[in-house]
């Protein structure tokens, strides 16, 4: 089981993160939903150990994970200026030699010789997808991987990361886009105002749907009364 235990992230007198507890399942794959500025990046950098104060948050059976141990995928990626796609890549090539990048280029229909520059938006996130997957870890933190994706390959990265999960990894992903973390996650969190405030596993994902839908339909009832 990894865990993390009271977590609270401040920037300044602005606290984000205020006491988050969460227990995350081995061989799983764990959404993180929330509206904007819920905290989720801040959540996964910590979790990452991108904040001191926040060092040794997430452990596995009580032993601090380490950065060698996880697979990060930030929500935005950026990259050197004219550098090609095989360019990037041949930075993770040097961390493991036996990931044929060959074969998953072609499955995400990256041309690797082209300079990145000229990459569509959905291009970069699938370079960077196949960067990350590369590193072969066992514990994988994905922040908003499906933006900017088209539906084919986001249909894709949910099938690649079920398999991932049956082959032994533990996997973290957030979205603004309920429906598809609906479809590959075993269970959904939810983050409001810095705290975990609901968890629903797959079975209840349709009483999820319904309450998110009821309290926007309140939200809105006042203001689209035409």
């Not at 910590?46 to 060092?55: E, N, S, T, V």
């Amino acid at each position: 089981m990894f865990t993390i235990s009271n977590l609270s992230v401040s920037y300044g007198r602005k606290s984000v993160l205020r006491n988050l507890s969460l227990e995350i399942p081995e061989q799983s794959i764990t959404g993180i939903a929330g509206y904007n500025g819920a905290g989720k990046t801040t959540l996964l950098n910590a979790m990452y150990g991108l904040f001191r104060c926040a060092k040794d948050c997430l452990k596995h059976n009580g032993t601090p994970v380490t950065m060698k141990e996880i697979a990060f995928l930030e929500a935005e990626t950026y990259f050197y200026s004219g550098i090609t796609g095989r360019d990037w890549l041949s930075f993770f090539m040097r961390k493991n030699r036996k990931f044929d990048y060959e074969k998953w280029s072609s499955l995400f229909s990256l041309p690797l010789d082209e300079a990145v520059a000229d990459y569509s938006l959905g291009m970069k996130k699938k370079l960077a997808l196949l960067a990350v997957l590369s590193l072969d870890r066992k514990f994988i933190i994905l922040d908003e991987p499906f933006n900017s994706l088209d539906l084919e390959s986001v249909t894709m990265l949910e099938i690649i990361l079920k398999r991932l999960a049956e082959k032994g990894r533990t996997i973290i992903v957030t979205s603004h886009m309920i429906e598809v973390l609906m479809s590959c996650c075993d269970s959904i969190c939810i983050l409001r105002d810095g705290s975990i405030t609901g968890r629903y596993p797959k079975e209840q994902f349709g009483s999820l749907s319904d309450s998110i839908r009821e309290e926007v339909s309140a939200r809105c009832g006042g203001i689209l009364d035409f």
